[in-house]
């Protein structure tokens, strides 16, 4: 069965340093990956996608993600983090022909 | 373009009372429909999903059931809420073609058992 894991429930930057967000996956096949943003009392929304063209994927707000087979990761990144970043974002994963697994969640937290 | 109402917004229910809610998609025809729920800490648990009407799976075993009466309706239901049902329910959308077809998800309810 798939899983994910993302490490770190919580992280914390200043703004205009760089965003890291980790997500490892597990899967059985090839899988698709997903990144979404969670703001506070609302639903999830789609940043980005992974579904087996280019492993450098690129998505809304400035943000990207790599699929790294050989690592089973796909973490993701921003160059220079907005105080709009401040949110819940979540990975999530499947091998296609089954519903989304999601991750715990990270808290991005950025400072002034 | 598609869009997917959930309501209510939020929700505060004694304990032992009954629970529905409802999740409409618009602008898409036969879609597959998720409820997932959505406790601190804990990420979003997958409760049920729907490839038609009619179908129903379970995910996981609890004090919750889901109907889907028409192609774009989705309910959730309770005969009688625990406080262990409090929480975040999400609705959710997303088209036939596997899993390259990302989630689309409702504002969600907060539902408080008291």
Not at chain 2, 21 to 26: G, M, Y
Not at chain 2, 35 to 54: K, P
């Amino acid at each position: 069965a798939q899983s994910v894991t993302q490490l770190g429930s919580h992280v914390s930057v200043s703004e205009g340093a760089l965003v890291l967000l980790r997500c490892n996956y597990s899967s059985s096949v090839p899988p698709y990956l997903f990144w979404y943003v969670q703001y506070p009392n609302q639903g999830l929304q789609l940043l980005l996608k992974y579904t087996s063209a280019a492993t450098l994927v690129k998505g809304i707000n400035g943000f990207e993600a790599e699929f790294k087979k050989s690592e089973t990761s796909f973490h993701l990144t921003k160059p220079s983090a907005h105080m709009s970043d401040a949110a819940e974002y979540f990975c999530a994963v499947t091998p296609g022909n089954t519903p989304l697994v999601f991750g715990k969640g990270t808290r991005l937290s950025v400072i002034a | 373009s598609q869009t997917i109402h959930q309501w209510p917004a939020t929700l505060v229910q004694p304990v032992g009372s009954p629970l529905s809610l409802e999740c409409t998609v618009e602008g898409t025809s036969n879609p597959n429909l998720y409820w997932y729920r959505q406790a601190a800490g804990r990420g979003l648990q997958l409760l049920f999903y729907s490839v038609g009407i009619g179908q129903i799976s379970s995910e996981v075993p609890q004090n919750l059931s889901a109907s889907r009466p028409q192609d774009r309706q989705f309910i959730l239901s309770s005969k009688k809420l625990l406080l262990s049902d409090s929480g975040f329910y999400l609705c959710a959308w997303n088209l036939r073609t596997g899993g390259r077809s990302p989630l689309h998800f409702g504002n969600g309810t907060r539902l408080t058992v008291t």
